[in-house]
């Protein structure tokens, strides 16, 4: 009757090693680390990166405890800070010989102290959040209004095109806000109008207006079309803030959107504020170049004199190409950059979309230079690198694509690198603080202490209220949080200060399942039930009313999760993952280890749970051992 088959007691056993193996990591602290990540936008990191680092330590006699490629960096871990600037030093001098225009971030980082092989496993430690670990907040502002302008504008330019090639005559073509009004003569020729717009421009909606006098086309956005461009606009400007903090060597920055305009970034461990600002605040523009491929140049290429007009720019490859100065168009007249793959050839492409205005400017230049290549340079910091120069093989227009030697993850890069080179929208910072590293380790301090002092009162009480059963509880309890903390760290989520009182919350919660248990048990034993049947009846009468507390309470944490944000979101998935793993301990496991201490008895007379008291004649149960 109250007895586990082994496997059970094997899923117990493996649940067990599992949360040990991940939650042991978070006590071994954090060691210093040198972290090379990418220093410009068109220079990529990859796993041969480990081994030219490894050779520069070698080189230098330095010895590290490991070097790892991680996302888009290396890090190289140190036993002390002495070896870690020294190892900083040698990073910066060998990666980056021209120290005016660094290649390469070389950054003073922390990692986790627990072993290689733990490393190898995933068993990571936590990544502790800002009011953890201090670092600084900014809280950023979109201005959508912008992004919808800049949306209009371009649609202006495109009416405007689309109007001329169709030979359909108009009165005029203006901009009012986010409404493009177009005037016409006759209602004949504005009914033709509004069918092609209509067929050429899906996501505009088309209102007629005006008398005889003033006969007027109206166009707007569709609303689902205006919530498109919005949502886009603060993806890629996500997008580049997370290229940018790239940069700070930030080990685990948060950049996520606050609600329909705002976006929050943190940066854990940095205390240079100005410095952050300039990164974030950063602007990156696109120019489209021709390549300048005459005698002078190639000359140029050899070391000679650059010729007059033009200038000298370095390729993703490393080797040099002679532009000329003339901008065709710049990265404002992009709209869309997409990788793809070339139905003719099935070789990686990336899909360009440029406005109407810059789309005659391409067809122009194109139809004159076929054969010949055009650079598409990205500038940052007032340094200019060539992305890509492609042939081009065809007159162009509005949209065009690059193609040719690129792999699939190149071509994917460089559409990233095409549509996130700048901001989709300007940004202004409304809110700004500044966390200072002592601060978080009192709040890592403060918070340790109290769940474990919550800990401690809770198993000091139910031992001394339910004896034995209370120290099944209490275990049941402890393997509940020794879960939760390998369930996080396996995520390697961002503990914060409302994820620690979560996690307290929490404890008081999951003992409350063991507290109806050994009271149902004790019901049993007042009625006369034998012990074996008033345990086996204690732990499957309590469970539908554990499941049913509990699946309410993980309601109002989902409800938490959908609808809050920043620190409420972080409780909120504490919160959750805990009523889980509470579920699991406090029904499985502290039944599995009531079933191992009394389940081998088989005429069983008496059970610890303390005082049974029968209503009747007012003296404890036989049952129960006091």
């Not at 539908?544 to 409420?568: E, H, K, R, W």
Request: hydrophobic share 45%; glycine share 8%; charged share 20%.
């Amino acid at each position: 009757m109250n007895r586990y088959p082994w496997w059970k007691y094997a899923i117990l056993v493996i649940a067990f090693l599992i949360g040990l193996l991940y939650a042991v990591p978070n006590l071994y602290g954090e060691a210093p680390a040198v972290q090379v990540s990418s220093g410009k936008a068109t220079q990529k990191i990859d796993t041969t990166m480990v081994a030219r680092v490894e050779q520069v330590l070698g080189q230098a006699g330095i010895k590290a405890d490991f070097v790892q490629y991680e996302g888009q960096s290396v890090k190289a871990r140190f036993g002390d800070t002495d070896t870690q600037k020294r190892a900083k030093d040698a990073l910066s001098s060998a990666l980056n010989p021209d120290s005016a225009n660094p290649t390469y971030i070389v950054a003073l980082n922390l990692l986790s102290r627990s072993p290689e092989w733990m490393a190898k496993l995933r068993a990571l430690p936590m990544y502790l959040g800002l009011d953890l670990r201090g670092g600084v907040h900014f809280l950023m502002q979109v201005d959508m209004k912008s992004a919808l302008t800049k949306k209009a504008e371009s649609l202006t330019g495109d009416v405007r095109g689309l109007l001329r090639d169709k030979n359909v005559r108009h009165a005029g073509i203006v901009r009012d806000g986010n409404v493009v009004s177009i005037s016409f003569r006759d209602v004949e020729t504005r009914a033709t109008a509004r069918n092609l717009l209509a067929d050429q421009l899906p996501d505009m909606v088309w209102n007629e207006s005006g008398d005889t006098a003033d006969l007027k086309l109206l166009g707007t956005l569709k609303p689902d079309a205006a919530r498109l461009v919005q949502e886009q606009a603060l993806k890629q400007n996500i997008t580049t803030l997370h290229n940018r903090v790239n940069e700070l060597g930030v080990a685990e920055p948060v950049i996520q959107q606050q609600g329909a305009d705002r976006v929050v970034v943190q940066l854990p461990g940095v205390q240079d504020t100005a410095k952050a600002k300039d990164i974030i605040g950063r602007t990156a523009t696109l120019e489209m170049r021709m390549v300048n491929s005459s005698t002078e140049a190639m000359d140029a290429l050899r070391g000679g004199a650059v010729p007059f007009g033009s200038e000298r720019y370095i390729e993703r490859d490393g080797s040099p190409v002679i532009v000329y100065r003339q901008i065709i168009i710049t990265g404002e007249c992009l709209t869309d950059a997409q990788p793809g793959f070339d139905s003719q050839t099935q070789e990686p492409k990336v899909d360009l979309t440029v406005d109407a205005k810059c789309g005659r400017i391409m067809r122009d230049v194109s139809r004159e230079n076929i054969g010949k290549r055009m650079a598409i340079l990205l500038f940052e910091k007032g340094k200019g690198e060539v992305v890509t120069a492609p042939v081009i093989r065809a007159e162009l227009g509005n949209r065009f694509q690059i193609s040719g030697r690129m792999s699939t993850v190149e071509a994917a890069d460089t559409a990233l690198l095409l549509r996130a080179g700048s901001l989709a929208a300007p940004m202004e910072i409304i809110e700004e603080r500044t966390i200072g590293p002592s601060l978080g380790a009192e709040n890592i301090a403060k918070g340790f202490d109290s769940v474990m002092y919550g800990f401690v009162a809770i198993a000091a009480f139910m031992c001394a209220y339910y004896l034995l059963f209370g120290v099944f509880s209490t275990l049941a309890l402890a393997f509940n949080l020794l879960l939760l903390v390998a369930v996080l760290s396996m995520l390697q989520a961002t503990l914060t200060l409302p994820g620690m009182a979560a996690i307290a919350l929490t404890l008081g919660m999951a003992i409350d399942a063991n507290v109806l248990i050994n009271e149902r048990v004790r019901e049993e034993l007042r009625s006369g039930s034998a012990p074996h049947t008033a345990i086996s009846s204690g732990y499957e009468r309590a469970f539908a009313t554990i499941l049913d507390s509990n699946i309410t309470t993980l309601i109002a944490g989902l409800a938490l999760l959908a609808f809050g944000s920043g620190p409420v979101r972080g409780f909120a998935i504490v919160h959750c993952l805990g009523i889980m793993t509470s579920m699991f301990s406090a029904v499985m496991f502290s039944r599995g280890l009531v079933n191992l201490w009394y389940g081998r008895q088989k005429k069983l007379k008496a059970v610890s749970i303390g005082q049974v008291w029968r209503p009747d004649s007012g003296t404890p149960g036989p049952t129960a051992d006091a």
